[in-house]
């Protein structure tokens, strides 16, 4: 026989045996999968964002089917919990809405943009800003406003406004978490939804005080306690120059947004 | 007799270590090795696949031999090799879940190990007898077997140590392993010396 035809029987041979012995074996060692799995990663978000505390929608899913509660999702919310719920046939339980807020207002002329970025020269990113850039005598509590929370959301619910400050969209957020752990002056946090519709949120991380705070920015919380005072549940307090609420107590009467005369404070809204 | 596949046996295991003095299946000595679990559940995985390999390979180079087709003997060998993998990989799927799990991509990629392919080569060059090329395969896998553990103790204790962090991760691993491979080293000439093969 001519070498070549032998050649290809030969192997062709040996593959056909290895193919019959595999196809044998699938049937003979399959495993059964739980036939619910693929139909409860259909129900979650899929954004694989890990805020649930498990590797992926999958392991997820897998931890669902065997126990593990259903409210865990933060993408997908209540609807999504009550959807599992109805399918696992247990109970939803309370699930906790979250959104993230960026801590910062920025001013378009703040001198974070017209002196450290104006002299700036290495890459686009807000991270490789905060390891190289010299940092003048601007606010290093501010928004660097490169993005790089905006590119890391999968949902597409950060963007950059008109001062180069980034916002979130809470209609759009699912309170993943993701973005809080980009951002390198950590101005981006998630909160929880308490009692209220709105709550007051101070928009400034700035500890400058006076005159250097208002050069700096002209949005800056400047300190002055005036917030502290008009809140009738003490929910406001000035630590370090700059004010904080406590978004437990806050019952969104807007008294320290209109006291602020920097318009530091605004209404955080929940959506969803 | 015995003395002869004791020799083999144990030449395979210390002396020719295919991980350690060969360098051969580097990959998942690496990849597998951090914890002793899934390192020693490897090490049984490799061992199975190369025994059952030179079982299959010693009797299909004979056929390529009397028909004059020995250059055929990679890419047969592989076609073997990575059917024996597929049905190992559905075996401990079906049997050992936590293990299928533990070990990962690097299962499906004992196809690839250059160290199943070697021993069943190395059987051939050395022009083994059927009962020895099994005790070679065997010695073999048991060394491969030896090594991971060995490796996956080392790697507990690296990750109490605080290296210089240039070395921390993999460099530090590397240069462990190449210390272990030098301690093999120290085994060339004990089997011959015991065995007087």
Redesign the interface.
Known sequence: MH?II??VV??AA??LA??I??VL??RA???EEDGRLPDVVAILPGANCGSCGYPGCEGYAKAMLDGAPVNACGPGGTRVAQELAAYLGVDAGKTAVKRAIVACRGAKDRKLLTVDRANYEGAPSCRVFATLANISDSCTNGCIGFGDCVASCPFGALSLNENDVAVVDPAVCTGCGLCTTICPRHLISLQEKGQRERVSFVLCHSTLVGKRAKEACANTCLGCHKCEKVCPTGAVTVENNVAHVDVAQCIGCGACRDACPVGAIDPMAWVG | MMAQYASILFSMILVNNFVLVRFLGICPFLGVSKKFDSAAGMGAAVTLVMVLATAVTWP?QQ??AA???EY?QT??FI??I??LV??LE??I??FI?PLYTALGVYLPLITTNCAVLGITITCIDEGYTYPQALVAGLGAGLGFLLAMVLFSGVRRRLEDAEPPACFRGMPITLIAAAITALSFVGFSGVIDHLFGA
């Open positions: 070498p032998l050649t030969l192997v040996i593959g290895g193919s012995i595999l074996a699938s060692l399959a495993v | 299909i056929l390529l028909w004059g087709l055929l890419i047969a076609l073997v990575a059917t597929q049905l559905m075996a799927k079906k879940p």
